[in-house]
């Protein structure tokens, strides 16, 4: 049990549908991150939330909308993506001092048809 | 070229042997983290090092800051220790972390 959790695990979705992913974290952490993990690519940061504010957005596609309405949730919403867009999306929360390490979620892995 | 190196790629070893993974970084770092992903997905933090050596088990752990070179060591490997292992670096006075490709570690019984 990492503390951190997702939902859904697996999400099928057409190019035209609207899907929500959705991370929660249990630690009392103040940060979450939102990460695309690619087949046989590094890990890529997507977005920070610290104390609830966006503080760093990696030039990601406008189909991607984060939400952060609280310390202990975050949201990824979901619109008209391609199926280059298909991975494993991470969720990762920790404590906003940059020494502290990062608990992930077990991801949700998306395929876009 | 990724800032962050890890070599081997792919690693295939028979139970019990001695594994070593290697991590090369290029910017200035404030701490060294190792991470676990299992065939799930799921990934889990192993090891967090900003100098010296930590172990933990099996485990074993190394940096030198000089260098910038990271070692990850299995003693008496096991087929549960098969997994994709990441080496990840937060850069200095930021808040996120850039991650390796990560090694494809293998344990047959």
């Known amino acids: 049990e990492t503390g951190v959790t997702q939902t859904p695990r697996h999400l099928v979705m057409g190019m035209t549908n609207k899907k929500s992913l959705k991370c929660e974290q249990h630690?009392?952490?103040?940060?979450m991150y939102w990460y695309k993990q690619s087949a046989k690519k590094p890990l890529e940061l997507m977005f920070v939330?610290?104390?609830?504010?966006?503080?760093e957005n990696n030039s990601v596609p406008s189909r991607f909308s984060p939400e952060c309405p609280n310390s202990s949730h975050l949201f990824l919403h979901l619109h008209t993506l391609q199926p280059e867009d298909s991975a494993l999306y991470l969720c990762?929360?920790?404590?906003?001092?940059?020494?502290?390490?990062?608990?992930f979620g077990p991801g949700t892995r998306l395929t876009v048809l | 070229k990724n800032e962050v190196e890890q070599s081997p790629q792919n690693l295939t070893a028979q139970e019990g042997e001695f594994i070593t993974i290697n991590c090369s970084y290029s910017?200035?770092?404030?701490?060294l983290h190792w991470l676990q992903q299992h065939p799930g997905g799921g990934i889990v933090s192993l090891f967090m090092?900003?100098?010296g050596k930590k172990k933990h088990g099996r485990l074993i752990a190394t940096i030198n800051i000089q260098e910038k070179h990271s070692s990850l060591h299995i003693t008496a490997s096991h087929p549960r220790d098969s997994a994709v292992y990441i080496c990840a670096v937060r850069t200095q006075g930021a808040q996120k972390l850039v991650f390796g490709q990560g090694t494809r570690l293998t344990i047959n019984p």
């Open positions: 090092l900003s100098s």
């Open positions: 990762a929360s920790s404590h906003r001092d940059t020494h502290n390490e990062q608990f």
């Open positions: 910017v200035g770092i404030s701490a």
């Open positions: 630690l009392g952490h103040n940060a």
């Open positions: 939330y610290s104390l609830e504010e966006r503080v």
